[in-house]
């Protein structure tokens, strides 16, 4: 029986797309990179795990924040490159800005306009700096 985690297309730095949306509205909360172990914690603990390409460390998403992604479905695209989760999402908040989602600009009149408001203080949120 071959490994599961071979049946992904990892690109060259062993990394493959990963995208959290939530199981309830749909929504799609946050992108983000999963290598080979973050996927499968992901799947031993049911918690999201992610690859920190700026840290260049694993990441438990929710680990500073407390803003914990339970998973409650994991699928792998036709081509074998991009994950996306169903999850639901500690605290209603994704972004590192306090926001439901980490797309909260949308393009209009020419440009990006902010158009969801913070839910809570990133400064609340994080006691400490990364």
Same mark, same amino acid.
């Given at each position: 029986m071959s490994n599961w985690l071979d049946e992904v297309k990892w690109d060259a730095q062993g990394l493959v797309t990963a995208i959290a949306q939530d199981s309830a509205t749909g929504r799609v909360l946050m992108v983000?990179?999963?290598?080979?172990?973050? $996927?499968?914690?992901?799947a031993d603990t049911g918690i999201a795990h992610y690859w920190s390409r700026s840290r260049q460390k694993l990441w438990k998403k929710g680990e500073e924040s407390g803003h914990l992604q339970t998973v409650q479905e994991l699928r792998l695209d036709c081509d074998g490159d991009v994950i996306v989760m169903q999850i639901q999402q500690a605290g209603g908040i994704a972004c590192h800005t306090g926001r439901e989602s980490c797309f909260y600009r949308r393009f209009e009149n020419?440009?990006?306009? &902010? =158009? /969801?408001? =913070? $839910?809570? /203080?990133?400064?609340? &949120?994080y006691q400490h700096k990364h």
């Amino acid at each position: 029986m071959s490994n599961w985690l071979d049946e992904v297309k990892w690109d060259a730095q062993g990394l493959v797309t990963a995208i959290a949306q939530d199981s309830a509205t749909g929504r799609v909360l946050m992108v983000a990179w999963m290598n080979r172990e973050s $996927l499968q914690l992901t799947a031993d603990t049911g918690i999201a795990h992610y690859w920190s390409r700026s840290r260049q460390k694993l990441w438990k998403k929710g680990e500073e924040s407390g803003h914990l992604q339970t998973v409650q479905e994991l699928r792998l695209d036709c081509d074998g490159d991009v994950i996306v989760m169903q999850i639901q999402q500690a605290g209603g908040i994704a972004c590192h800005t306090g926001r439901e989602s980490c797309f909260y600009r949308r393009f209009e009149n020419g440009g990006w306009s &902010i =158009v /969801d408001g =913070v $839910l809570k /203080d990133p400064a609340a &949120i994080y006691q400490h700096k990364h």
